[in-house]
């Protein structure tokens, strides 16, 4: 318990009860104090639709991502990995980053409109991009026997990192692994050289047995909330058996891309306009034991003016999360939307 002597309160003592939590696979803490959410109302704002209203205008007159300029304005890749060039799969266009980070990196426009509310992401437009993203990667995979991992992306919204408003992807596949890719398969291997089973396996099993953070089973997928979360707000999904992003059915594309939707649509319920989520794959047989797809999810900042972005000293240098809502709690209303 921390005590205080509150300004606001004619200096009344004020008592915060601080709870401290572990990931259990990694080690990386969060911390939850009720009264953050009464920090978020007063110190951030609600998304302002007119400051919204005309950033999407005056970035839709010069968008590169807008239907008539894609041809003009986007690269290609050499026939020899994709012979097309772009590849097009409903409305999603993939093609390369022009300013790339990793060996393959690729951009996926999902959609001709350019700027959507999140209930916008249909499951459908959301698939199209993944059975894109998978296209790319067996191409990849066909031609570079080293690059082994897959990381697919989203930013939405400045206030996310991205560049663009224009709803769109940024899918990597490299020799080597981001930081939290790697740690989380070493870590992985590491519980499966202990206990000879899949960590997210045996997490999938304990959520649904306790019941308080696990949401729902999506085909092969399977949601949750996270004990001692990374981001605001987050939710995962994790497949039931499958490693590597090309072994995914068109089954499990659908039913992932149906989640996120639903996820995307209860963001936006909550107030939200802005998110980040990563897919994570290895190709197999590597780890193909000891790890599983993985899908994660966050709300970012809204947008208003002056806005204050929400990764500060303690998420960028300290590798910690402030909890705003509990996950017990943030399952709780998600098992509505899924169960709808």
């Given at each position: 318990?921390v005590?205080i002597?509150?300004?606001?309160k004619d200096f009344?003592?004020d008592?915060?009860r601080v709870?401290?939590r572990?990931?259990?696979?990694?080690?990386?803490t969060?911390?939850y104090?009720?009264?953050m959410?009464e920090?978020?109302?007063?110190?951030?704002?609600?998304?302002?639709?007119a400051l919204?209203?005309e950033l999407?205008g005056k970035t839709?007159?010069?968008?590169?991502?807008c239907s008539?300029a894609?041809?003009?304005n986007?690269?290609?890749?050499p026939a020899?990995?994709?012979p097309?060039g772009?590849?097009?799969i409903?409305?999603?266009?993939?093609?390369?980053?022009?300013?790339?980070i990793?060996k393959?990196h690729?951009?996926i426009?999902?959609?001709?409109?350019?700027?959507l509310?999140?209930?916008?992401?249909?499951a459908?437009m959301?698939?199209c991009?993944l059975e894109a993203?998978r296209?790319?990667?067996?191409a990849?995979?066909?031609?570079?026997s080293s690059?082994?991992?897959?990381a697919v992306n989203a930013n939405y919204?400045?206030t996310?990192?991205?560049t663009f408003v224009?709803p769109?992807?940024q899918m990597?596949?490299?020799?080597?692994?981001?930081?939290?890719?790697?740690?989380?398969?070493?870590a992985?291997?590491?519980?499966?050289?202990?206990?000879?089973s899949c960590y997210?396996a045996?997490?999938?099993?304990?959520?649904s047995?306790?019941?308080?953070r696990?949401v729902?089973?999506?085909g092969?997928?399977h949601?949750?909330?996270?004990f001692?979360?990374?981001?605001v707000?987050?939710v995962i999904a994790v497949?039931?058996?499958?490693?590597?992003?090309?072994?995914?059915?068109e089954?499990?594309?659908?039913?992932?891309?149906?989640g996120?939707?639903?996820?995307?649509a209860?963001?936006e319920?909550?107030?939200?306009?802005?998110f980040?989520?990563?897919i994570?794959?290895v190709?197999?047989p590597?780890?193909?034991k000891?790890?599983?797809c993985?899908?994660k999810?966050?709300?970012?900042?809204?947008?208003y003016p002056n806005?204050?972005?929400?990764d500060?000293f303690?998420?960028?240098l300290?590798h910690?999360e402030?909890i705003?809502?509990?996950?017990?709690d943030?399952?709780?209303q998600l098992k509505?939307?899924?169960?709808?």
């Open positions: 318990m005590t002597l509150n300004p606001f009344k003592e008592l915060h709870e401290v572990r990931d259990p696979l990694l080690g990386d969060s911390m104090n009720r009264y959410k920090k978020v109302k007063f110190f951030f704002k609600d998304n302002d639709p919204i209203k999407v839709a007159e010069t968008c590169l991502f008539d894609i041809e003009k986007t690269p290609m890749y020899d990995l994709v097309e772009r590849i097009r409903g409305e999603a266009v993939l093609f390369p980053n022009l300013f790339p990793a393959y690729a951009v426009i999902l959609s001709k409109a350019h700027f509310e999140l209930s916008g992401f249909s459908e959301i698939r991009g993203a296209k790319f990667v067996k990849v995979y066909a031609q570079d690059s082994l991992f897959v919204l400045f996310a990192g991205a224009h769109h992807l990597m596949v490299s020799p080597v692994a981001c930081s939290y890719h790697e740690r989380l398969l070493k992985g291997n590491v519980y499966y050289q202990e206990n000879k997210h045996d997490l999938v099993a304990e959520e047995r306790i019941g308080l696990y729902a089973r999506e092969g997928w949601w949750l909330t996270v001692s979360p990374m981001g707000n987050e497949h039931e058996a499958e490693s590597d992003f090309i072994s995914l059915s089954e499990d594309l659908g039913d992932l891309a149906r996120i939707s639903r996820v995307l209860f963001y319920g909550l107030g939200h306009l802005s980040n989520y990563s994570l794959s190709k197999r590597l780890h193909e000891s790890s599983r993985l899908l999810m966050v709300t970012r900042q809204n947008v806005y204050r972005n929400d500060y303690l998420q960028k300290l910690s402030v705003i809502n509990l996950p017990e943030l399952a709780s509505v939307i899924f169960n709808a």
